[in-house]
């Protein structure tokens, strides 16, 4: 891995022995983008809405394009 690594949460979670049985969880790779799927068109149209703040809101079409240029 390069850069950095973002400790915050990890240092706030509980010890491991007492997180919560999550079903399925094994189903997920160690390391998951969810940025590409929520992006992947396969997941519905370039033009439906995924991202909503207070005032404005994004299609699928426009963060892959802003993530593009990123």
Do not use: H, K
Not at 20 to 37: K, Q, T, V, W
Not at 41 to 64: F, M
Request: glycine residues 8%.
């Amino acid at each position: 891995m390069d850069g950095q690594r973002d400790r915050f949460c990890e240092d706030r979670l509980p010890p491991v022995e007492r997180w919560p049985e999550l079903p399925g969880i094994d189903a997920y790779p160690d390391r998951l983008n969810a940025a590409s799927y929520l992006l992947d068109p396969a997941n519905g149209g370039a033009d439906l809405e995924c991202v909503r703040s207070a005032d404005r809101a994004w299609t699928r079409a426009e963060l892959t394009d802003r993530v593009g240029r990123l």
